[in-house]
């Protein structure tokens, strides 16, 4: 789950941290960029892991971060909870799934695992994002996917970023159905969530088009494609406006090292009919745990739940 060459020189000098036991650092300097450089901000040399990114990203454990959920849907906001898992993997960059073994030729990523889970009424909705961005941080993420189930069904999209963005992207709804198209390479709001992460300072700001994420698209039906966005940045915060959509979602976060997000705030008109007004979706961290979570699947391992407060 981890790119092997980094963790053996983190290794090496013995140095495997955990967010709890670092050192305080240095706020970010955060300087916004013109808008031509925000259209180009990934066309620029290779971003180069210092010391600390590798002793945390490449400890062979999974940053795991809870979320109290509000989200709108139907006209009304619903509790639930979210979960934010980045980890670091290493990526077939053609065949574009995670690689079983290493090898000089993968990508390395950082993998944004995102879920949310809440009730609209009788029956419960789950909603599952995963973003694959290359550490290099100067293309776009290599592959997105999303999937919605709740009981009336459930819908598919998956981006596969080629010479151009290949989508496919399948649906029970009869406006809907299955598509199969290609877009322009440009910014994703998927892929900012781990381009923060990575390095907040190259977030693109200005006016600028960004393909909205995968999961609002899905759950208001609009078309999957570019709309225009007003993104601003500072210290401690990231906001995207898109006057089209009358949508504005701002992510909060820690300006120091590893940039781990502390809430999100997502407002935009929701319901059907008499029910339409303007609500805002909030999550708000709960805790965060460090884990290799893919071997903690016994059935004593479920008490890591209740440190995530997810019981």
């Known amino acids: 789950m981890y790119h092997l060459k980094y963790f053996v020189f983190a290794l090496s000098f013995g140095i495997i941290v955990s967010c709890k036991n670092q050192e305080p650092h240095q706020a970010m300097h955060v300087e916004t960029v013109s808008e031509t450089e925000a259209l180009t901000t990934l066309k620029k ?33 619903r509790d639930g909870n979210a979960v934010l898992v980045f ?22 990523v950082l993998k944004l695992n995102a879920t949310k889970n809440f009730n609209t009424g009788i029956y419960p909705y789950s909603i ?71 390095d907040p300072k190259s977030l693109p700001t200005g006016e600028i088009e960004i393909i909205p994420s995968f999961e609002f698209i899905r ?24 006057p089209e959509l009358e949508r504005t979602l701002e992510i909060n976060f820690n300006s120091n090292f590893p940039y781990d997000i502390s809430s999100w705030k997502d407002t935009f008109k929701d319901g059907h009919g008499s029910k339409v007004k303007v609500l805002t979706t909030k999550a708000t961290r709960l805790k965060t745990i ?22």
């Open 128 to 198: 599952m994002q995963s973003t694959f961005f290359p550490i290099d941080n100067n293309e776009h993420a290599i592959k997105i996917t999303c999937s919605v189930q709740e009981w009336c069904g459930h819908v598919f999209t998956q981006l596969n970023n080629k010479k151009q963005f290949e989508i496919k992207s399948y649906s029970y709804f009869e406006s809907e159905g299955d598509q199969d198209f290609k877009l322009d390479q440009t910014i994703l709001e998927n892929e900012l969530w781990t381009q923060l992460r990575i």
């Open 290 to 311: 460090n884990s290799a979570y893919w071997s903690k699947n016994n059935n004593a391992d479920e008490v890591l739940r209740d440190s995530l407060q997810l019981n």
């Open 87 to 108: 980890v670091t993997e290493d990526f077939l960059p053609e065949e574009q799934v995670k690689a079983d073994r290493s090898n000089k030729t993968n990508t390395p």
């Open 45 to 77: 040399d290779a971003f180069v892991p210092s010391f600390e990114f590798k002793s945390y990203w490449y400890a062979g454990k999974a940053e795991i971060t809870s979320y109290k959920l509000e989200q709108a849907r139907y006209g009304e906001l």
């Open 219 to 242: 759950l208001k039906h609009i078309e999957l494609k570019p709309y225009k966005a007003i993104v601003e940045i500072t210290k401690n915060s990231y906001k995207i406006t898109y």
